[in-house]
């Protein structure tokens, strides 16, 4: 996708250290829309040799980031929830693929599934739901 597209969201996932930090990419940006993926590192699993659940709330949250942003105006979460289905495996990459739901005035809903390895078809990890609110300046 050409970085004109979506440049504000673009010049956000830029200056995200943390997102950067857990090594995920960007796969999909669109209107509404974002997949981002993250390979789960020795460094991120858990006392049960599981990825950690904050991580992969990280990666639904890094996603629903984008798409709420893929519309222009400075967009934040109000909120968000996870439940978490299967846990994620060392080497495993996590693919999160985020999707507006309703967006009205300045609140949106946006969706969020996190699948294992195959971004399509891949076994579901979690399910997220995202609350945003659009700002009018920081």
Known sequence: MPEADHPEARAMWAADAASAMLGMQVDFLGPGRARVSMLVRPDMVNGHDLCHGGLIA?????????????????????????????????????????????????????????????????????????????????
């Open 58 to 138: 990280s990666l639904g949250d890094s996603a629903f980031a984008l798409a709420c942003n893929s519309h222009g105006p400075v967009t934040v979460a109000a909120g968000f929830g996870v439940d978490f289905l299967v846990p994620g495996r060392l080497g495993q990459t996590l693919h999160a693929d985020a999707r507006e739901v309703s967006r009205r005035g300045r609140s949106g809903i946006y969706d969020v599934t996190v699948r294992a390895d195959d971004p399509e078809a891949g076994e579901v990890v979690a399910e997220f739901r995202g609350r945003s609110r659009t700002i009018t300046s920081r």
